[in-house]
Every structure is written in structure tokens, then in C-alpha cells.
Antibody, heavy 118, light 109 residues
């Protein structure tokens, strides 16, 4: 069965960086892209960006450009999301999701809580 | 990249129907038939409930249906059940990015 398993929760200080991993299994990794979504406490979902697992083509959300890097490792079927220069506004649960045709997010990771605090 | 507009809340009694709207622009909802809907229970990851405007994934009850007219998409839940109480988010493809709706909390009275 399709599974996306994310790395554990993180606590970071302002100005630091965080890297979250998303290990995929149960399907052909390079046949689907990976989308990253975040959700601040008590808030809605925010699309962060998408990366092709086939050719590393990517699109990032406008407000995260310059701080966000998405990568993939096809040898380990793992996707990564790195966010730099963290502020308290980046405190959120970060999700990876399999991106099916039509920009449909059909399977989700369990979420990784990133807390930015002094 | 502004969020799509959804009503903050909707409610209905068991067995009734509730419809959630999702309003965007001609650059997103109105420009593509790539609108999807997600259900999220507290503390859980979102779950895909509808895609390509009106297609249901395997395992989603046929009580859920989707439609679109112009720049507004809608999700209807018929025959409301207690387990339908959750937050619902729409999402639309917009060319080089995607955008979520603001979210609607559905309460089963």
C-alpha cells in the first residue's frame, strides 16, 4: 500500500534551518510528484510547492521563494523539504503528499511539527 | 496567490445535506477542471474526498459529490453522518502553483 512516512518533530531557534524528510513506499516513486503543504496552529492549509521526482522540475509558493528548497533522492525514494531563516511564523505542521495527475494530493504523510522558538 | 474563499462554517442535522462553496478566479478555479477537496479531522492529515471537480476516489461514499460553475466549485454532502463532522478544504491548480481554500468547518447538529 502507498505510504509516506515523515521524519520526527523538530524544535528550532529563529534564524535556523529545518530539513524534513518524506520516505515513500508502495508505488513507483518517479511516477508521481511530491507536494509539500503546511498548517500553522489553528489555521488552514498552505500549499508550499511541488517537485517532480522524475526530473526535479519544481514550483514554489511565492511567499516562500528564496527560503525553500525541495529535493528528492530516487535511490532511497525519499523527498526532502528544507526551510531556512526560520521565524515564529513558520511554526506549523508540515505535510508531504503524493501529487497525482491533475494536482491531486491522493496520499499524505503523517505530518511533522516544526516549532520555532527561542 | 490568495486563498480561495470558503464559508467558515456549515451545519446540518443527520440525514440532511450541506453544500460548501469554493470561490476563486478565472486564473484558478475557473480556468482548470482540477479542483479537489480534502477532509481533515482534528489531529489528522487531510484526506482526499474529490478530485477533478467531481470524481470520487475509491472508498469515498457516494454521499459526497462535486460540481463547478464558473469560478465557484462546490462540495455537497448528502445524508449527513456524524463522521462527516470535520474541516473541509478545496484546492485548485493554477498553472504554476496550487492554492487552497480558507477551510469550512462542518458541524453535524
Amino acid at each position: 500500500q502507498v505510504q509516506l512516512v515523515q521524519s520526527g518533530d523538530e524544535v528550532k531557534k529563529p534564524g535556523a534551518s529545518v530539513k524534513v524528510s518524506c520516505k515513500a513506499s508502495g508505488y513507483s516513486f518517479t511516477s508521481y510528484g511530491i507536494t509539500w503543504v503546511r498548517q500553522a496552529p489553528g489555521q488552514g492549509l498552505e500549499w508550499m510547492g511541488w517537485i517532480s521526482t522524475y526530473d526535479d522540475n519544481m514550483n514554489y509558493g511565492q511567499n516562500l521563494q528564496g527560503r525553500l528548497t525541495m529535493t528528492t533522492d530516487t535511490s532511497t525514494t525519499t523527498a526532502y523539504m528544507e526551510l531556512r531563516s526560520l521565524t515564529s511564523d513558520d511554526t506549523a505542521v508540515y505535510y508531504c503528499a503524493r501529487d497525482a495527475p491533475g494536482a491531486t494530493f491522493d496520499h499524505w504523510g503523517q505530518g511533522t511539527l516544526v516549532t520555532v522558538s527561542t | 496567490q490568495s486563498a480561495l474563499t470558503q464559508p467558515p462554517s456549515a451545519s446540518g442535522s443527520p440525514g440532511q445535506s450541506v453544500t460548501i462553496s469554493c470561490t476563486g478566479t478565472s486564473s484558478d478555479v475557473g480556468g482548470y477542471n482540477y479542483v479537489s477537496w480534502y477532509q481533515q479531522h482534528p489531529g489528522e492529515a487531510p484526506k482526499l474526498m474529490m478530485y477533478d471537480v467531481s470524481k470520487r476516489p475509491s472508498g469515498v461514499p457516494d454521499r459526497f459529490s462535486g460540481s463547478k460553475s464558473g469560478n465557484t466549485a462546490s462540495l455537497t454532502v448528502s445524508g449527513l453522518q456524524a463522521e462527516d463532522e470535520a474541516d473541509y478544504y478545496c484546492n485548485s491548480f493554477a498553472g504554476t502553483y496550487n492554492v487552497f481554500g480558507s477551510g469550512t468547518k462542518v458541524t453535524v447538529l
